[in-house]
């Protein structure tokens, strides 16, 4: 479907994206406030607008709670360190910007001519903070189970895919490969943090490109704590690009 450009057009692609969330809206301006960029409320007269990022806010949270506790049930036998890797992996914005895809939300977002022009409709970070706000829309319009419904169509068979390709694994690779690729670098590993008794030991482990550090990660193990340090390198460059991170909390 190509992007609605009337009143009536919009009125019935809404009603089609309802159909393909799972949820019909009692108050559909949550829906239009979770297709709106902060761009739009420059270039309009509606005093009603108000843009997404307060139910992408809460959107991010029900993903991190409804996705943790699929994970704890789906995989018992899996250690915590695994499941935090496969987090992240599930609620990456690439991986959310391709769920944002299958339900077309690029096509009705509300955008600004700016961001309109530069390619916005399909940029991954704001087609991941509208899937996000989509789910902080449902969960106010109709609660948990609905938002979750919506949640774990999308997750589980994403899960099947992480696992069968090991991307939590393989997250030190990826990381070195787009670093080396942009900047022509290694990056490298270090250990800033070691704390409990030898028998439960926590690591927490830095990844560096030059003095530059770009995330950390805690597990029971170096090789843990510099897997999801490489996790929150790769989420951090995917929202700032490779110029000048903040330095992590």
């Known amino acids: 479907m190509h992007e609605p450009t009337t009143s009536s ?13 799972g949820h019909a809206f009692e108050d559909l301006a949550l829906l239009d406030q979770a297709l709106t960029h902060r761009s739009y409320l420059n270039e309009t007269d509606d005093p009603a607008a108000r843009d997404n990022e307060r139910l992408e806010f809460l ?11 699929h994970l704890y049930r789906a ?23 391709r769920f944002a895809r299958q339900l077309a939300l690029g096509e009705g977002l509300r955008l600004g001519r700016g961001e309109e022009s530069t390619g916005g409709r399909d940029r991954a970070a704001v087609l991941g903070d509208a899937f996000e706000a989509l789910i902080g829309a449902v969960y106010v319009d109709g609660g948990l189970a609905p938002a979750a419904r919506l949640i774990e169509a999308h997750v589980v068979p994403e899960l099947a895919r992480v696992i069968a390709e ?4 393989d ?6 490969e787009r ?3 942009v900047l022509r670098q290694t990056p490298s590993y270090r ?3 070691i704390e409990g008794p030898h028998h439960d030991r926590r690591f927490t482990v830095e990844v560096l490109v030059g003095e530059r550090p ?24 995917e929202r700032e690009g490779l110029d000048e991170p903040e330095d992590p909390a």
Request: proline share 2%.
């Open 75 to 97: 995989l018992p036998d899996e250690p915590e360190g695994v499941l935090t890797a496969l987090r992240a992996a599930l609620v990456r914005e690439t991986t959310l910007a």
């Open 191 to 193: 250990t800033v943090d």
């Open 166 to 169: 090991r991307r939590h694994h």
């Open 59 to 69: 959107g991010d949270a029900v993903l991190g709670f409804v996705a943790g506790e």
């Open 214 to 237: 770009y995330g950390r990660g805690s597990g029971r193990s170096k090789a843990e704590a510099a897997r999801l340090a490489a996790l929150a390198a790769l989420e951090r460059i």
């Open 171 to 176: 997250a030190r690779t990826e990381f070195q």
């Open 179 to 181: 670093i080396q690729a």
């Open 9 to 21: 057009e919009r009125a019935v692609w809404l009603v089609t994206l309802q159909a393909a969330v």
